[in-house]
């Protein structure tokens, strides 16, 4: 009835289960099930793919229903010939797709050349301002104009926080902050700091936020709960689809929405009345990774100038 497609999907090697191995090759080659669990790169791919073999899917995609989870994340360098495809699959295929994100991309207000403009696309949520005004869980601090925090500097307000979850925008910031809040922290509490990022192998990455019986993510959450230190330094990896809740949150300065969909983070169940989430600009040069992610930081950093972020 379901089939799991990406490339952390196991398949078991040993020669009884190599008849069962076919099938799910099978399977996953043609997307031959009622569900197919994959991931969006995956998808796109096979739909650009040159190769046949991955092109043998494309039927049973037709009339079905696509979830693209965490939209947001569509690439933009590539996001004219996606929308193109999926506007082919609407109108050629029959089928339809559910856009689902905390923070929507508006993709009727930017130049690609009308892509879903004839395609129906219409909100499905009732009344999203009212409905985002009821779930803001946490405030907002801002920067003040030209300021800037040094790691210690940052080390030094984090540990003021009983408990904290810190994101930044690279593998290598995340490891030097970890190394100075070693550093900063007294030894006996050094089991409350944890770091999270894409350098760990993947299973480290498993047991910190994968299987809900996870030994690491039982560890945080048993911490957070029981309202003892912890204290985690992680890269964007946290921010979306992790199920974990801090009562502060320090994020480095980013494109807006990745800064919003980091807050969801913060008071995530909804246990205080507000959290706090502190956006802070790190006094280090690069701050953020060339391209498209430079791009949206920098206009992230015109609008907080110009007040126009809202708390």
């Not at 290598?172 to 030894?187: D, K, S």
């Not at 994020?251 to 909804?270: H, K, M």
């Not at 600009?281 to 950093?301: C, F, M, N, Q, R």
Request: hydrophobic fraction near 35%; proline fraction near 6%; charge should be negative.
């Amino acid at each position: 009835m379901v089939v799991e497609h990406h490339c952390a999907a196991p398949m078991n090697d040993n020669d009884q289960e190599n008849k069962e191995n076919d099938s799910i090759r099978l399977a996953v080659e043609n997307w031959d099930a009622p569900i197919i669990v994959t991931t969006s790169v995956q998808f796109f791919e096979s739909l650009f793919s040159s190769k046949p073999s991955r092109c043998r899917k494309l039927h049973n995609i037709a009339r079905s229903v696509v979830i693209v989870d965490e939209s947001q994340a569509l690439p933009i360098h590539i996001l004219n010939p996606v929308l193109s495809v999926m506007k082919e699959l609407v109108h050629t295929y029959k089928v339809s797709f559910l856009l689902c994100s905390a923070t929507q991309p508006c993709f009727s207000s930017v130049n690609l050349d009308e892509k879903l403009d004839d395609c129906q696309v219409r909100e499905i949520a009732p009344n999203p301002p009212a409905l985002f005004q009821q779930l803001k869980r946490a405030h907002y601090h801002f920067p003040q104009p030209g300021e800037r925090l040094s790691w210690n500097e940052l080390a030094g307000q984090i540990i003021n926080q009983k408990q904290a979850l810190i994101i930044v925008n690279t593998r290598r910031q995340a490891f030097e902050l970890y190394e100075i809040l070693t550093q900063i922290l007294p030894e006996s509490e050094r089991e409350s700091l944890f770091h999270l990022s894409s350098s760990m192998c993947a299973k480290h990455r498993e047991h910190l936020l994968g299987d809900p019986g996870s030994e690491s993510l039982d560890t945080v959450h048993g911490r957070l709960h029981q309202n003892v230190c912890c204290y985690l330094v992680s890269t964007q990896l946290v921010e979306a689809g992790v199920d974990i809740d801090f009562p502060v949150l320090f994020r480095a300065i980013g494109p807006l929405d990745s800064i919003v969909q980091a807050a969801g983070r913060c008071n995530r169940e909804g246990r205080l009345r507000r959290g706090d989430t502190y956006v802070f600009i790190p006094d280090i040069d690069p701050i953020v990774p060339p391209g498209s992610y430079k791009t949206a930081t920098e206009l992230t950093v015109t609008l907080m100038g110009e007040k126009r972020c809202d708390n």
